[in-house]
């Protein structure tokens, strides 16, 4: 059986919406392909909100992991510090195009408030899952 077609999707700027999404200090802008993929990929653009701008406090997600089959996003404006599981800190700023692998244990430890990114990942809706600390620092632990 062949899966299903995907469908034409535009998703214009003049107008987009920005909502509220998985992290309260940032605001999501969906980009419609979810249901013209049938639920295989999503991607918004994902901003900080006005109201969490100069609170670099909140500009931390916490370790966690995406439970997807795959994951990028790309620096739209701005910069965005993570730290990842066998890779250390990186601090990503415009132009900058990052895969994330499936599961990989990160963080986001601080962003601008002028941050926009483009995030695209499969399938559409997946599990995240908060870690309590970095695999390495169980592994050393034992």
Known sequence: M???KQLFSASLAKDAVYKSGLRSFME?????IEPATHGKFRAHTIR???ESAGNHDLHTTGLHQHLCDFQMFYVLNGWIKFVYEDHGEHTFTK????????????NELDCSDDLEVLEIYSPAVHETRVVRQMPEAV???R
């Open 95 to 106: 132009g900058d195009c990052i895969l994330q692998p499936p599961g990989i244990v990160h």
């Open 28 to 32: 999501y802008r969906d980009l419609g």
């Open 2 to 4: 062949s899966e299903p």
């Open 48 to 50: 900080i909100k006005k």
């Open 139 to 141: 592994a050393a632990a």
